[in-house]
């Protein structure tokens, strides 16, 4: 079962989110996607999950600026304070006491910054590929193709575009994959045509640092607030995003965290990969026995 859920937000903005699932589950999960990603990103997630988790509500939303979700006139806004008071917005709208969070990416900051805002109303995070030190190379390779929105023929050649820019994170992808991401985070104009789903002046608000920091203490204390609930971390095997280094200091650093590698992904994996799913599965049942 879904539904179609939409709010306003503090500033007025009309804001997308879609439902999967029984709407009265005890358990609800809210996944908050990536930079240029959208709600759609969740569905072979939770297509993967939810015959095992009949008890859990999955709810996807399109942060402002993508997808079904409007544009801010002012890009200065995409960032991520307003995202995670939106989400706010989101969980009194829908009148969650608790819940779960489920962020890639972006999304996964998102969590971070609400687990410092409202701890007691979250059971437990999952973070895919995403973590308090964020490295350049990869923050330069998603500026290669941010906000350079030009519009193609049809989503066959959506798909060859995204392949010609991100199969290097994705190097076992086919054809058929490609199309079914294309399909995912792009959507077609009144003219026929096909672009990105997202607002391409959110490059105005994205700035690369010129190196990476692995001691940024603002960081870290952020990932340390999130010790209250159970965490478990996801990492594509080759993520330019997340090292391996940053993966294992998070996991010292948190005393109820877990982690999962998908073999063969670079950021972000979509998490319908057999080693996530079963590790977010398991996470799950976890946090509902708690």
């Known amino acids: 079962m879904t539904d179609d859920i939409r709010f306003q937000t503090k500033d ?29 990103d969740f569905e072979p997630m939770i297509e993967a999950l939810l015959p095992d988790h009949p008890d859990t509500r999955f709810i996807a939303w399109d942060t402002r600026g993508r997808c079904k979700s409007e544009y801010d006139p002012d ?64 923050l330069n390779r998603i500026a290669s193709y941010l906000g350079k929105n030009k519009p193609v023929a049809d989503f066959e050649a959506a798909a060859q575009a995204l392949k010609s820019k991100q199969a290097g994170a994705f190097p076992d992808y086919t054809d058929e994959d490609w199309l079914k991401f294309a399909r995912r985070t792009h959507a077609t104009r009144e003219d026929g045509q096909v ?32 010790s209250a609930s159970p965490f478990l971390l996801i990492r594509g095997e080759i993520s330019e995003l997340l090292s391996e280094k940053t ?27 057999p080693e996530a799913v079963s590790a977010i599965s398991q996470f799950l049942k976890k946090v509902k026995a708690a």
């Open 75 to 138: 890009p200065s806004h995409y960032a991520l304070p307003i995202y995670a008071e939106d989400v706010i917005g989101l969980i009194e709208h829908l009148h969650l006491e608790k819940f779960s969070l489920i962020g890639t990416s972006m999304g996964g900051l998102i969590s971070m910054v609400l687990m410092s805002l409202i701890p007691e109303r979250i059971k437990g995070v999952v973070m895919n590929d995403i973590g308090p030190v964020i490295e350049v190379e990869g």
């Open 12 to 40: 007025g903005l009309s804001i997308y989110a879609r439902s999967y699932g029984d709407p009265n589950a005890p358990h609800t999960v809210l996944c908050l996607h990536g930079l240029t990603r959208n709600h759609k």
């Open 195 to 226: 672009e990105a789903d997202y607002d391409p002046n959110l490059v105005k608000n994205f700035a690369i640092p010129d190196s990476t920091d692995e001691n940024d203490e603002s960081m870290w204390t952020l990932y340390r607030g999130m």
């Open 247 to 273: 993966a294992r200091r998070m996991l010292n650093a948190h005393p109820d965290a877990e982690m999962a590698t998908v073999p063969r992904i670079g950021h972000a994996p979509v998490l319908d990969e």
